[in-house]
């Protein structure tokens, strides 16, 4: 079965520090996606990326980066510099088919404090 | 560009009343669409979802259910409310070239009381 699981339920960090969202996830398959969206107050949700299972580089987009690490089924995202506009809750996902098949972490709350 | 747009965004209905969200999707075609289910504690739970025009898989047994009677436009519906509907409701589009790319709606959120 696949599992994803975000072991930090939440997060308080003050304004410019640095934060790691940790994302375990479990699959006995060999293709699968992996997938990171945000969840401002507001309550919409929205897609920051996808990798997939043969793509194991780092990305890194502005303050935003991704560790994808197959050896330890890691798949963690930092914060560089976070500001009060980052405060949401971050969700990981992990796909083996369609989006019909995805699975979600229960999320971590990240709060960014002035 | 492709928009999403659910109504309402905010509902309190009392227990045993029926239930109607709507949710229509602009700029693409033939898109799968998802109506997935936030409780208190945050998990996201997928409710239904939808290839086609009148194709309905369901994911949870529950007093509710969805239609999708045009190509862009997927309703959740319930006849009789419980108070375990009580939630924030979120409706989802995505093709299937983008596995897993999800764009969601504005959400709606429900008071059962």
């Known amino acids: 079965a696949q599992k994803v699981t975000q072991a930090q339920t939440e997060i308080s960090v003050v304004e410019k520090e640095d934060v790691t969202l940790d994302c375990v996830y479990e699959t006995r398959d060999t293709t699968y996606y992996l997938f990171w969206y945000k969840q401002p107050p507001s309550g919409e949700l929205v897609f920051l990326i996808r990798?997939?299972?043969?793509?194991?580089q780092n990305e890194i987009s502005g303050r935003y980066s991704w560790n994808f690490q197959k050896s330890t089924s890691s798949f963690n995202f930092t914060i560089t510099a976070s500001q009060v506009v980052d405060s949401a809750v971050y969700f990981c996902?992990?796909?083996?088919?369609?989006?019909?098949?995805?699975?979600f972490g229960k999320g971590t709350k990240l709060t960014v404090n002035p | 560009s492709q928009t999403i747009h659910q109504w309402p965004a905010t509902l309190v209905q009392p227990v045993g009343s029926p239930l109607s969200l709507e949710c229509t999707v602009e700029g693409t075609s033939n898109p799968n669409l998802y109506w997935y289910r936030q409780a208190a504690g945050r998990g996201l739970q997928l409710l239904f979802y939808s290839v086609g025009i009148g194709q309905i898989s369901s994911e949870v047994p529950q007093n509710l259910s969805a239609s999708r009677p045009q190509d862009r436009q997927f309703i959740l519906s319930s006849k009789k409310l419980l108070l375990s509907d009580s939630g924030f409701y979120l409706c989802?589009?995505?093709?299937?070239?983008?596995?897993?790319?999800?764009?969601f709606g504005e959400g709606s959120r429900l008071t059962v009381l």
């Open positions: 989802a589009w995505s093709v299937l070239r983008e596995p897993g790319e999800l764009f």
């Open positions: 990798r997939n299972s043969f793509d194991e």
């Open positions: 996902l992990l796909t083996q088919g369609g989006s019909e098949k995805l699975v």
